[in-house]
């Protein structure tokens, strides 16, 4: 298989994710589920995403479409397309899988996915992430990742705007 076509393969359709949790949970893997817009992917997305793949075997990525982040960011984002955010994603060597969302949050993936660990930015409380609820009542945990300073997709927009 070529190297864009394995990086495709990690986009799944969200009626596929629980079959291939059935396939991780039988070879005892243990699944990581984060979530986010990753407009515009910097350091500290990178930074984020790879500590979170080191908490366990597989990264499920819950990625906003775009409808989605222009509910949750406003009318001018996101400045990537969904397709391309889910491919430049896909491409990370510590990936395994991308399923685009529609809602406000997470939860109904959540739900179906059934993590063993939920992550997010260090900016949000246990009881402030969606899913929180799912995951600690099937044994899982939640897990925080201080966020990398200096290095935000609002922030990288606005020094685009001022060149």
């Given at each position: 298989m070529e190297q864009l076509e394995k990086i495709k393969a990690k986009i799944l359709p969200r009626d ?148």
């Amino acid at each position: 298989m070529e190297q864009l076509e394995k990086i495709k393969a990690k986009i799944l359709p969200r009626d596929q994710i629980r079959n291939l949790r059935n396939v991780w949970t039988f070879k005892e893997r243990k699944v990581i589920f984060t979530n986010g817009c990753f407009d515009i992917l910097h350091l500290g997305h990178i930074e984020y995403l790879s500590k979170a793949a080191d908490l366990g075997h597989v990264l499920v990525i819950g990625l906003n479409s775009d409808s989605s982040v222009r509910r949750l960011k406003g009318p001018g984002r996101p400045v990537t397309n969904e397709d391309a955010r889910a491919m430049i994603l896909a491409s990370l060597s510590f990936v395994t899988a991308i399923v685009i969302f529609d809602e406000e949050t997470p939860h109904r993936l959540i739900e179906q996915l059934q993590p063993d660990v939920l992550v997010k930015g260090a900016d949000y409380t246990t009881e402030e992430i969606a899913g929180h609820d799912i995951v600690l009542e099937r044994g899982g945990e939640v897990v925080t990742i201080p966020l990398t300073e200096g290095y935000s997709t609002t922030d990288i927009i606005k020094k685009i705007g001022a060149v």
